[in-house]
């Protein structure tokens, strides 16, 4: 390989970069087919037995890797993926869940969907590449105060973990102690950098997202609806088999004249809803009950579209998805809006006013909405069988040794109750009064730290009770613990330079670490020399933008860490800091991984707005898209939070768009997948 041909450490860095962040968000978006699931593979169908090509590889590779070694989970039987997984996952794809191009706005699927990806990419380049080893100061010390510290703990934090023996430290301090002041200064610096990564996450999606509000209102529904008390009184029954008896009869036995009759030798029927189905049933009718409100009013509006105008756009939310396929293209490709598209399937072609056009895009959204949550009441409450309480019942079955050890070691019942408390808390600082008619206070990042440090200590105990007292539990985490990190060495360990992932030259110093020389052969591998350039200076436009997003990742740090100093007894007694709000407002959350989630809800196709002329399809990113994502179930606006709240939701203007990549995507992608599906092989031949 030619100097020609080998990529520096930075564009390989961006150039992985782009690649497991596409190949991410693909694969997850692309499990809403049917027939994506059904070329899945291990372990979602049984081992073929000559050689298939897997439809989600980098998936495949992360299930492989993290979650089917979880304890208790690697006990699962392959009827478990095959028999209920695999039919619950078809069963919600066949059921044609709304897209967000026909609601106008950005879904609660597609929100958590690309929170999802965003979190994945980075899972799965340290999972291909490695963590790059660096050498360490021995007993180094950490003020918690200075952001560059916390920065660095962080990242001295795993090196020590997943090169030293930190690990094993960490358990046995833990199993000793519920106090975070007795482990190591880089365990506690460390702890400090998770707590505002994490409040960043709850910040980011919660406040800043424009569907936050529609999250918290679905979270508080269940929360009212979840019966504590009961729940408590049975984890405290001493006898461990009585104990887990009593919770699946509580949470999962059917309510119907079968349960009754069982008791007497009768034969068990899958009718009816358990506690858990009329708790999903509940939440998702009552918002069905208020979205058939305003539909209702839209129809006995004077400025609505005509009645048969009405019954088109109702019946287009339950046509087959090949046939709203059809007409969301005819829509793209006339640049005219999916309620126009739809009403032009008519003949003659009816008109209509541009009042009476938001009208018709509102009732296609609501109607679309109320089928979503129609079939998902169907698939999780009404099927047969009984695929969702088939599945809890297996997952309740192969943890049953966990569940066991747990209660023989920890207060479950003080566990639940600290949950209550915790999400108490929660929904009470992120819920914003989309009614009020005063200036609403928007909770920062600094608040969500303070949240998570209030009820650190619970789950501090915890960890302790469970390490202290079950032994097996301790050996059984820690021996999946090691493996996990494992995942994380790189097999030719290359030196990083001192600057962190916030530095200007964020850890592109180690490259794409183990798959640094895959890229290198990919970029060879591109014969056409216009083909190879193009792909390179997309390459190094992807690295600048990189950089800056480490660089506002970086501000938002210090100002987080700073802000984040202030008691809360100093805030009771002096006025809010203004500065310190408007920079976290000003910067964003911290975390590189938020704003690319924010640039992937930037991105999601929207239908053209309403208008004489309709116009260009909008993106995410569009203010009238924005405040149609903000609007409740109730058609409150909830939008005061996405407007004060950062970057984010900024305006166009404000933004540093993500760089065109197609190039590099249509020369090299399909090469990264082979490399992929050749890394799936390897495992498989590992024994899979």
């Known amino acids: 390989m030619t100097d020609k041909t080998q990529l520096s450490s930075r564009q390989a860095h961006a150039l992985f970069d782009i690649l497991t962040s596409h190949a991410t968000l693909t694969e997850i978006e692309n499990l809403k087919y049917t027939d994506i699931i059904a070329t899945f593979g291990p372990p979602l169908q049984p081992q073929p037995s000559t050689k298939q090509e897997s439809s989600s590889p980098l998936l495949r590779i992360l299930l492989r890797s993290f979650i089917l070694d ?30 967000s191009y026909d609601k106008a706005s950005v879904g609660i699927r597609r929100t958590l969907s690309t929170a999802i990806a965003s979190i ?21 010390l950490y003020d918690q105060g200075n952001p560059e510290d916390v920065v660095k703990a962080w990242d ?8 030293g023996n930190l690990l094993e430290k960490m358990f046995v301090k833990a199993a000793r102690t519920d106090k975070l002041s007795d482990h190591e200064p880089v365990v506690q610096a460390a702890h400090q950098y998770a707590v505002i990564m994490l409040a960043s996450l709850l910040h980011h999606n919660l406040i800043v997202s424009p569907r936050g509000q529609s999250i918290i209102s679905l979270l508080n529904r269940v929360h009212r609806l979840a019966p504590y008390f009961l729940i408590k009184q049975t984890l405290r029954v001493g006898n461990a088999a009585s104990m887990l ?17 069982s008791w007497f030798g009768g034969q068990v029927s899958d009718s009816g809803m358990n506690l858990l189905q009329q708790i999903i049933s509940q939440v998702l009718g009552a918002e069905n009950t208020e979205l058939r409100k305003r539909a209702k009013q839209i129809e006995q509006s004077k400025d609505a579209p005509e009645k048969p105008q009405l019954d088109l756009l109702r019946e287009y939310s339950s046509k087959p998805a090949d046939e709203q396929q059809k007409i969301r293209k005819e829509s793209e490709s006339r640049s005219i809006s999916i309620a126009t598209a739809v009403l032009s399937q008519s ?5 209509i006013a541009e009042k009476a056009h938001k009208y018709a895009l509102d009732y296609l959204s609501l109607h679309l909405s109320i089928r979503d949550r129609e079939q998902l009441i169907q698939v999780l409450c009404h099927s047969s069988p009984d695929l969702l309480t088939t599945s809890i019942r297996e997952l309740v079955s ?4 966990i569940i066991r050890a747990l209660h023989k070691a920890v207060d479950l019942g003080s566990g639940v109750t600290d949950l209550q408390s915790f999400l108490d808390d929660l929904i009470a600082l992120a819920h914003i009064d989309g009614k009020s008619t005063k200036p609403v206070q928007v909770p920062t990042v600094k608040d969500f730290v303070r949240l998570l440090q209030n009820h650190a200590k619970s789950s501090h105990v915890f960890i302790h009770q469970a390490l202290k007292n079950g032994k097996e539990l301790s050996e059984w985490y820690h021996e999946y613990a090691i493996h996990a990190i494992s995942q994380y060495k790189q097999q030719q360990p290359q030196q990083m330079n001192s600057q962190t992932e916030h530095g200007k030259d964020a850890k592109t110093a180690a490259a794409a670490g183990d798959f640094t020389s895959a890229l290198n052969w990919l970029i060879s591998s591109l014969q056409d020399e216009t083909d190879r350039r193009e792909c390179l200076e997309q390459i190094d436009a992807h690295a600048s933008f990189l950089d800056f997003l480490a660089q506002r990742s970086k501000k938002s740090m210090d100002v987080t860490v700073r802000a984040s100093l202030a008691s809360p007894q100093d805030n009771a007694t002096s006025s809010p800091n203004k500065e310190d709000a408007n920079a976290v407002e000003e910067k964003g959350s911290p975390g590189i991984f938020l704003l690319k989630w924010q640039h992937f809800i930037n991105a999601t196709p929207i239908t053209p707005g309403p208008g004489p002329n309709d116009g260009k399809p909008r993106t995410g990113k569009s203010r009238s ?16 939070a996405a407007t004060a709240s950062g970057p984010g939701n900024a305006d166009e203007k404000e933004e540093l768009e993500p760089p065109d990549v197609s190039h590099v995507l249509q020369m090299l992608g399909p090469g990264f997948r082979e490399e992929l599906r050749r890394l799936v092989d390897v495992r498989k031949g590992e024994g899979e």
Request: aromatic share 6%; proline share 6%.
């Open 398 to 401: 192969v943890y049953d040794p």
């Open 245 to 261: 008896n009593g919770m699946t009869q509580l949470l999962l036995a059917k309510m119907n004249l079968s349960t009754l009759t």
């Open 120 to 140: 994945l990419e980075s899972v799965s380049r340290g999972r291909l590449g490695g963590y790059p080893k660096k050498s360490l100061k021995q007993d180094s």
């Open 625 to 640: 898209a924005k405040d149609q994502s903000a609007m409740d179930v109730e058609g409150n606006s909830t939008a005061a």
């Open 70 to 99: 979880l304890p208790g989970f690697r006990n699962v039987t392959s009827h478990f993926w095959t028999d209920s997984v695999v039919p619950l996952a078809k069963a919600l794809d066949n059921s044609n869940l709304s897209e």
């Open 156 to 163: 001295d934090f795993l090196q020590r973990i997943i090169y």
């Open 347 to 351: 003949t003659p072609s009816p008109s």
